[in-house]
């Protein structure tokens, strides 16, 4: 669990500026409404209530300033290396003593107090964690709660826009859709062997576009690269993390803010998880053949062996026993079934 990455919105710039407001304003109003640990700060006991708010107002601004300064560092250096929740703790205790270390310096030589520099910070090094565990935990259980909500959205959002209908679990223990156009319904379509020479890897439609013409996809296809092509894939960092042969690639498969990889090594199909987007993939690969048959799985073409209709509905085939079906949904049928089409040998 320590050496998980924490989540991006730990550090992005809206929580930071939300969490450094909330912390300020409660830590404010806590040491002056309740005067938590008299005596252990300086001595209030001769103080006003006036002075009191004056002084906590300027060691609590101080404390708020080395948090901003501490998370804008934050914030670069998870950005080119992600940070995990043990790094993230250590960070923590690294703030606890600079604030108290910064406090210390504030009672001992602004506000005067008496006593010796080392047992000030000593005391602050114990009761400033006291002050900022509540509203640090309050921060992140509120950044949770948002992140999940925002996810739910964006979840509803997307069975939407998609029209997405309750998917059963098939026999190959794949989520699908299972109603299919009209003209595809109740047939055996079978079509093997189906790229010829003079096409390969040529991009398909997008769904619910008109299938090109002929003239127009050979010109597309004699204008892609060959199959033996480096395909290069970048994380959303735009670090390069795996190199491949075009012809080695099976699928891409989506998988929340990951996508996975399976591809060929010498005899054997294996699998590279991605910091991606499916969305990004496809933009990337449509121009290599790569054609998108369901909203989590997005195929090589070139390694498709047949598109076959099952009973629970139409899947593409590897031809290799030791690979999934990819299964085909009602929104991506007709530019797939438009795609085998225009790649057939006549």
């Known amino acids: 669990m320590l050496h998980k990455n924490i989540p991006e919105y730990f550090t992005s710039r809206e929580n930071i500026i939300s969490h450094l407001i909330f912390v300020f304003l409660f830590s404010l109003l806590f040491v002056n409404i ?3 640990f008299q005596g252990a700060w300086y001595n209030i006991q001769h103080y006003s209530r ?7 107002l300027a060691i609590v601004s101080g404390g708020t300033m080395v948090l901003l300064i501490s998370r804008a560092i934050m914030n670069k250096v998870h950005k080119n290396s992600s940070l995990n929740y043990l790094q993230y703790v250590f960070w923590l205790i690294v703030e606890i003593f600079v604030i108290a270390f910064l406090y210390a310096i504030i009672v001992h030589f602004v506000v005067k107090d008496t006593r010796n520099f080392s047992e000030i910070f000593t005391r602050a090094v114990f ?7 509540i509203p640090t935990v309050i921060s992140h259980l509120y950044m949770d709660t948002k992140h999940k909500d925002e996810k739910i959205s964006e979840l509803e959002s997307r069975k939407s826009a998609e029209e997405v209908s309750p998917t059963p679990q098939n026999e190959h223990g794949t989520p699908e859709d299972i109603s299919f156009s009209g003209d595809f319904a109740g047939e055996e379509f079978v079509l093997d062997n189906h790229i010829t020479p003079a096409n390969p890897g040529k991009a398909g439609p997008a769904a619910g576009t008109p299938s090109p013409e002929p ?3 050979e010109k597309t296809a004699e204008s892609t690269p060959p199959g033996n092509k480096i395909i ?7 670090e390069l993390q795996l190199s491949l042969r075009l012809d080695d690639i099976y699928f891409i498969e989506s998988a929340e803010n990951y996508v996975k990889i399976h591809y060929r090594n010498k005899e054997n ?4 998880t991605l910091r991606s987007s499916m969305k990004k993939q496809q933009e990337k690969l449509e121009k290599y053949g790569f054609i998108r048959c369901h909203r989590s799985y997005l195929v090589n073409f070139e390694n498709i062996a047949l598109l076959r209709k099952d009973k629970d509905g139409p899947y593409l085939d590897f031809g290799a026993p030791n690979l999934p079906q990819i299964p085909v949904s009602k929104t991506y049928l007709d530019s797939v079934t438009a795609y085998f089409i225009n790649n057939s040998d006549n």
């Open 215 to 217: 003239e127009q996809a």
């Open 232 to 238: 290069n894939f970048f994380d959303e960092k735009e």
């Open 50 to 56: 006036g002075r009191l708010f004056t002084d906590t």
């Open 127 to 133: 009761y400033v964690p006291s002050i900022l565990i």
């Open 269 to 272: 199909t294996e699998r590279f």
């Open 34 to 36: 309740f005067t938590p």
